[in-house]
DNA sequence: AGAAAAATTGAAATCGCTTTGAATATCCGC
DNA sequence: GCGGATATTCAAAGCGATTTCAATTTTTCT
């Protein structure tokens, strides 16, 4: 078997008592031990049991997260893992990650988490307006951060995004342009950054006296072939939008293909601005034409979540944790001027 | 505090060992006694602590992978987390996720995650001819299924996809149709699978006495970016390809962006046959044209290993868990013969 | 009915680590 | 060179489950 705590203390001729301290860097060991110790532990190899010293100090050592499968699991989770875990990992801290495909198991999924005493905290994910899973987590107890917003009534620790204002602005600047048919291709309905984005689109709407039409305005996953259902069929009507806002890298390649489909060039005939959340494989930079973004990084969201954890794990207070961080706008190619529309050559023609 | 075993069996009237049994389903205890307990458990919501029990039985009730972060991290590995971690939530097991950034990092990590007793068995990613991954654990003698294959001389359980017979079958078919500058983007130099692959292009070209040419075959990590540059200056080339095996679904993306970009038209001017994980948000029957595929479900494969991973923990020797799965060739849109080449009208030109 | 067998239940040890409270060494000033 | 800090070290008591071995009931069989 592996060396444990009594052996490493036998071997050195002390008591577990101190071997213990001196790995943990208690102060009241004599340097000299301490240093004897360590020398000895890393030339043996050893490893504390991890639930053994769970079971003692009552700390998990581990961060829980839950993946609902099918839906909503994509590229985004993955990069957000790796920021997370690359943080995380500095404190030897781990990820337990739950998948769960139907809602009714997450809820399940979270209490199970919760109860096994598995993870210290957890983050929660795109959480609704109210969303009882953090409802849920906050009446067990159970410490967490949101990566978003919700008004559950209660101090949660939050980290966020602009994402009213980065629409907002992305909206402002296609009306600058001079479109008026902008499309917005939302995420899923409920969720509060959906939310906020709409809310953004509206805003900048009203602010110029514009209305707002619902059959430019779509809730739906982030996914290519989505976002192609939807944007052929929107240009398909008869007045068709000159803009899309796209609300993910995945529904703006699916936004692009319908374009070319129908016949049209993207950054002439219509443009677009999608939502960037910084794939290392799909760069906006290199795409063709180059995509306008409101950029993010995900990534860095997620490291920033896991360092909130860390300080709420420290005993910060929840309430004291709030964090919006703004979003870049970025023209590229894709947007642009619209070009005067269909009813002007039909004019003309008769 | 919460309910513990303890406070349980008190409640009850009963010792701790026989809640224990009943809640366990061993025979030995009163069927009336099992259902009052059950039902105790259930209505007092009782969860056994995970660290506790752990320490007590040995078994962690978790797989451990270790996930590389910048590099190799992206959709393939959320879609195969999403049917790993499905078919083991229904053992109520959960996965255990190491991100790390350096290779460096990575075997450190192994060892870790070794040594801290948080996991039963891990499973190792896309493995080297020869791993050393794959051999520390072995070494450690940590269960493990490794998702590909590898040669380290010893009896390690292992899934893998015929990547070799799938490309050969590919290359085989665009052969068959009259091609004979045959790209192949593939995937990271000294992968199995990647190897695999290049042993089956070669297989097609040499079982028909053609001569495989460096200059079509690259290796990189399957990204859009990438794949668009490696196939933009192959597009340049003297003597073009006219057609293309990409090794991803991103790769193809980044590919026909090239071709596009080429003034080419996909499925006309150039073919190409993609490997296809089946994610969800990028569908090859949807894409303009539809994608001709290699096609072998990366989420099927994360629920098969972690059958295989359930096998390996109650007992079934390593060595006798291999498995190959087929794969799928699929035809659409995106092959066709070759056009008459270039040269052919130069010569009537002058 | 009484002994042997089978079925249930319990007390206590154990898993490997942390930590409290007591014990022993080492240091200080005078 | 001695009493009282001050530093170090240790033995033993948890942490919350499982499990061994023994004790107690209940059944079964003559």
New interface residues.
């Given amino acids: 078997m ?1 060396m444990k705590l009594k052996d490493l203390a036998l071997h050195l001729g002390l008591s577990q008592t101190t071997v213990s301290r001196a790995l943990n860097g208690y102060p009241e060991v004599k340097e000299s031990t301490r240093i004897l110790v360590n020398e000895a532990a890393a030339r043996l ?1 050893y ?6 010293r ?2 003692a100090t009552g700390r ?1 050592g ?1 961060i829980g997260m839950v ?1 609902r ?2 839906e909503e ?3 985004h ?3 957000f ?2 920021g ?3 943080r995380l ?1 500095e404190e ?1 801290v ?8 139907s809602y009714q ?1 997450e809820l399940a ?1 979270y209490r ?2 919760a ?4 993870v210290d905290a957890m983050v929660l994910h795109s959480p609704k307006l109210f969303d009882e899973r953090a409802q849920l987590l906050f009446d067990l107890k159970v410490p967490f951060v949101l990566h978003g917003r919700t008004d559950i009534g209660k101090e949660v620790a939050w980290f966020d995004i602009d994402n009213q204002g980065a629409v907002e602005r992305a909206t402002s600047h296609l009306l600058d342009l001079g479109h008026r048919r902008i499309a917005l291709l939302n995420g899923v309905k409920g969720r509060t950054f959906a939310e906020h984005r709409e809310a953004g689109y509206r805003l900048a709407l009203s602010s110029r006296d514009l209305p707002v039409e619902a059959a430019l305005m779509t809730n739906s ?6 976002a ?2 939807l944007a052929q069929s929107m240009l398909e009507q008869n007045h068709r939008p000159t803009a899309f806002l796209a609300g993910s890298m ?1 529904t703006a ?1 699916g936004v692009f ?1 319908a374009i ?2 129908a016949g049209l060039e993207l950054g002439s005939d219509v443009s677009m601005i999608a939502h960037d959340d910084v ?5 906006a930079d ?3 034409p180059t995509m306008s973004t409101t950029r993010s990084s995900i990534r860095q969201a997620g490291i920033r979540i896991a360092e909130l954890l860390l300080q709420l794990l420290a005993g910060k207070p929840a309430g004291a944790i709030h964090e919006e961080w703004p979003v870049e706008l970025v023209l590229r190619q894709s947007t642009a001027a619209p070009r005067p529309i269909a009813p002007a050559k039909a004019y003309s023609a008769s």
Avoid: C, H, W
Wanted: net charge neutral.
């Fill in positions: 592996t190899g490893r504390p049991n991890a639930s053994a769970m079971l998990a581990a993946l499968g099918s699991f994509g590229p989770t993955s990069e893992l790796g997370l875990g690359g990992a030897e781990d990820i337990l990650v739950t998948t769960v495909d198991d999924a199970r988490a109860a096994s005493r598995k996953t982030f996914t290519d072939e989505v192609f259902r995945m390649l293909r070319r489909q794939f290392p494989y799909l760069n290199n795409m063709y």
